[in-house]
């Protein structure tokens, strides 16, 4: 299967410090991405998509100003934490599609574990 | 938007069982996967089965679209298969909805 790496795996940060968080398509191209995230035992939910040459869209209630994403070239989008609190704290998660014609297979990244003090 | 519902939410099997995971979506969706999570948070890539029956080994899935659900077939479970299993329906904006997961446990 395709690719997609992440970095860091996991950080720990002060409160109100920025985290910024790399996502990578390794084998392929990708003009949208997309950045989710996960509670303990709890599924996956989507916070923004990532789109190549604009600006990502959010889902609702997802602040854009406290997660900002740019998805500076084809295989690499980034999401940075702003002014990180502890309620922040989450695994935050990206995806990519590979596209061929009416296929459309999204492949993960490992995920980043993020605790904020 | 679209719903995507998973039965059971939880499940335990003793080792060697078979299992059926299902998999029920409210609207009509452009593909459809399913994953395995493994406990260190990667989503390991099932299938990608939008319609029909596939095969990996012991995993197999069939999608019944017009009736909007997908099932998850586990045969002679492993320990190795513990972990949570998501299906995931991707919307007319081309946005993945996750279900909220069946936590498999086998014992040996």
């Known amino acids: 299967g395709a690719v997609v790496s992440q970095h860091p795996s996991w950080v720990i940060c002060k409160s109100g410090t920025s985290v910024k968080i790399e996502c990578r398509s390794l084998d392929f191209q990708a003009t949208t991405m997309f950045w989710y995230r996960q509670f303990p035992k709890q599924s996956l939910m989507l916070m923004a998509t990532?789109?190549?040459?604009?600006?990502?869209?959010?889902e609702q209630g997802v602040e854009k100003d406290k997660f900002l994403i740019n998805h500076a070239s084809l295989t690499l989008s980034t999401l940075t934490v702003t002014s990180a609190h502890p309620e922040d704290s989450s695994f935050y998660i990206c995806?990519?599609?590979?596209?061929?014609?009416?296929?459309?297979?999204?492949?993960f990244g490992p995920g980043t574990r993020l605790t904020v003090l | 938007g679209i719903q995507v519902e998973q039965s059971p939410p939880d499940l335990i099997l003793q080792e060697g069982a078979n299992s059926t995971l299902r998999c029920n979506f409210s609207?009509?969706?452009?593909?459809l996967q399913w994953f395995h999570q493994n406990p260190w948070g990667q989503l390991i890539n099932l299938f990608y089965?939008?319609?029909g029956t596939k095969q990996n080994g012991r995993l197999s899935a069939t999608t019944v679209a017009t009736e909007r659900y997908s099932l998850l077939y586990i045969s002679s479970s492993q320990t190795t298969d513990s972990g949570v299993y998501f299906c995931a329906a991707m919307d007319s904006s081309y946005k993945l909805i996750f279900g909220s997961g069946t936590r498999l446990l086998v014992r040996p």
């Open positions: 990532s789109n190549e040459g604009s600006k990502a869209t959010y």
């Open positions: 089965i939008p319609s």
């Open positions: 609207d009509s969706v452009n593909n």
């Open positions: 995806s990519a599609p590979r596209l061929a014609g009416a296929y459309n297979e999204q492949f």
